[in-house]
């Protein structure tokens, strides 16, 4: 089992910064792939950025150059810069990775950006 859990979200002006970090616990043995996806209200579940356990990473068009995914190895977490936010990153963020063929997924966390 693999238990993640969300946090950082919140409301930001247009143009702004948060950071999001996702705390992983259970067993991590063999996951090679971290990831984090948004889901906006009636759009679908879109992939956000992913860090592979070596370290290399992609991200989504929508976010290339403004975010930064990365691993915290001493706090097990996966984190997600976000900066010059815009009103259409405005979703619930969640974190995300499988193992032996199971997806895991956080409860998520909202980000809403607005003025």
């Known amino acids: 089992q693999v238990q993640l859990v969300e946090s950082g979200g919140g409301v930001a002006q247009p143009g702004g910064s948060l950071k999001l970090s996702c705390q992983v616990s259970g067993r991590t043995n063999s996951i090679y792939y971290w990831r984090w996806y948004r889901q906006a209200p009636g759009k679908q579940r879109e992939l956000v950025a992913q860090i592979s356990n070596l370290g290399g990473t992609t991200y989504g068009d929508s976010v290339k150059g403004r975010f930064t995914i990365s691993r915290d190895d001493a706090k097990n977490t996966i984190d997600l810069q976000m900066n010059d936010l815009v009103p259409e990153d405005t979703a619930a963020y969640l974190c995300?990775?499988?193992?032996?063929?199971?997806?895991?997924w956080g409860q998520g966390t909202q980000v809403t950006v607005s003025s």
């Open positions: 995300n990775t499988d193992r032996y063929g199971i997806d895991y």
